[in-house]
């Protein structure tokens, strides 16, 4: 009697265990892609390796994320990244606020030039009421956002001569990665602006078939672009681009609760860890990174006060016009949380 007390529930409870754990490791794949446009010795690209080690580890390889770099599952366009994550081609991944904004309008608000002026200020957006409303925008279309990371502030480079006025952008063909908000802001100053994947614009620097670029200095130093022609940079960190850690809706409900908790303290570790990466070397109190660069032969150009008001002003319609696109409610919030950073 007692043997059968013992045997009867320990037997329902395999019968019920069984299947049930069957169904949920198949449910599993033996990998997740994991889409970053730059390589891993970027920090953009780190992150994303730093993510899924740190879900690797913490699910001990029940989540097996592997990094697929230069947007390769895209054959490296990126503006087909976010569409890629719905269409389950892409499973996860850290991805550009610009690379992004064709499919989600709201996220070129990164992108009006002139918006924020500091670190503070992008935190006042990421961290805040306004970073809530873009996380719903995303959640809405099927993909669910977990963290911000950063790319950074966007600098100018070019190879003819230093920039510090609208005069002196006359003609200069310009490489952009995406969204015509960047192509209206090259215009208004007066360069002849073309868009360009990232991996195609390296050997168009090398040619000469572009004049210049802008990126965060991180970017510029990883890929060495003072070896293409890149000899003048100015500081005017006219727009910046956060990261955003994604995972596609349909793998996020594949998991179970525990692991999602997980790969997403996980992405909040790795986001973190990025931005603090991200501005290192370029801060008033540690400007070693724009030494380096200087260091490498490129003169750095930072733009007196009335440059830089000359350069707004030239701006400021693109700023009026996309503001009407992004929605103005939403533009408003941001201009209100910087204000109060
Ligand atoms: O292509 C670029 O310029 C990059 C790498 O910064 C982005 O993906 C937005």
Do not use: C
């Amino acid at each position: 009697m007692l043997k059968i007390r013992f045997i009867v529930p320990a037997l329902a409870a395999a019968l019920l265990a069984a299947p049930f754990s069957e169904a949920r490791a198949a449910d599993y794949k033996p990998e997740y892609k994991l889409s970053t446009v730059v390589g891993t010795a970027f920090l953009w690209g780190k992150a994303g390796v730093r993510w899924g080690d740190l879900v690797r580890e913490r699910t001990a390889g029940r989540i097996n994320i592997k990094v697929y770099p230069g947007t390769s599952l895209v054959g490296g366009d990126q503006s087909r990244e976010f569409t890629a994550i719905r269409q389950g081609i892409i499973d996860l991944a850290v991805g550009s606020t610009i690379n992004w904004s064709p499919q989600i309008k709201e996220l070129n608000l990164f992108s009006l030039p002139f918006l924020m002026p500091d670190y503070k200020a992008i935190d006042a957006l990421t961290q805040g009421e306004v970073g809530r409303k873009l996380f719903q925008a995303i959640e809405s279309r099927e993909v669910v956002p977990l963290a911000w990371g950063e790319n950074g502030f966007r600098e100018i480079s070019n190879s003819k001569h230093p920039l510090r006025t609208p005069d002196d952008f006359k003609g200069l063909k310009i490489r952009f990665a995406v969204s015509p908000i960047f192509s209206a802001t090259l215009t208004a100053l007066g360069a002849n602006p073309t868009q360009m994947s990232w991996a195609d614009t390296q050997p168009a620097l090398a040619t000469g078939a572009i004049d210049g670029q802008e990126n965060p200095l991180t970017i510029f130093i990883a890929a060495k672009l003072y070896n293409v022609s890149q000899k003048y940079l100015t500081l005017w960190g006219y727009v910046a681009d956060p990261l955003i850690f994604v995972v596609s809706r349909e793998i996020w409900n594949s998991w179970t609760p525990e692991d999602r908790e997980i790969v997403r303290a996980a992405a909040l570790q790795a986001g973190q860890e990025n931005i603090a990466a991200a501005r290192q070397g370029i801060t008033v109190e540690d400007d070693s990174l724009i030494r380096e660069i200087a260091g490498n032969g490129v003169e750095v150009v930072r733009p007196s006060a009335a440059e830089r008001a000359a350069l707004v002003a030239a701006t400021r319609p693109v700023f009026e016009h996309w503001s009407k696109t992004i929605g103005e409610d939403l533009v408003k919030a941001a201009e209100a949380a910087i204000a109060a950073r």
